[in-house]
């Protein structure tokens, strides 16, 4: 179970390093996340095109996450099945295990087709405000987490 926890938490914390979108997710359906997510959207001065092209960027990728993790938790549930048979199948266990890690690897490259594409909206002075204000906002729950623990 502890490495279980581990692998989740380096998982978390490794995507949230590489992919800011990660703390971003996390925490807008709060409302001080979306309170926040709103300030840097003002913050970037993004007219408003830009600013409903940007948020329909958010809502494209926030569901095709949400969509990938039901899978990813199925075939998590799948692969437990199978270790826990009395005589566990090397084929199923093949099998689930690559449906696990290719649900790993499209979530990951969600994250960064989204950040492309928010990239792709703003100028090089917005791209720097929204990663460094990204940086800010993921301090912030890493700090949060720690006081959970």
């Known amino acids: 179970m ?3 926890t581990n ?3 380096a998982l978390f914390l490794a995507a949230a ?4 979108a990660l ?6 359906p709060g409302a001080q996340g979306k309170a926040q997510w709103q300030q840097l959207l003002k913050n970037l001065n993004l007219d408003p095109d830009k600013a409903k092209s940007f948020q329909a960027i958010e809502e494209k990728y926030g569901q095709i996450r949400q969509d990938l993790t039901a899978r990813i938790k199925q075939n998590e549930d799948n692969l437990e099945k199978a270790m826990g048979a009395a005589q566990p199948d090397d084929a199923k266990l093949k099998e689930s295990v690559a449906k696990v890690i290719a649900g790993h690897n499209q979530l990951f490259e969600s994250f960064k087709h989204e950040r492309q594409e928010e990239m792709a909206l703003l100028t090089p002075m917005q791209q720097a405000k929204f990663l460094l204000e990204l940086k800010k906002w ?12």
């Open 138 to 149: 993921h301090q912030e729950m890493c700090d949060r987490y720690q006081e959970k623990k």
């Open 7 to 9: 692998f989740w938490l």
């Open 2 to 4: 502890i490495r279980k």
């Open 17 to 20: 390093l590489l992919v800011p």
């Open 23 to 28: 703390g971003q997710a996390q925490e807008k």
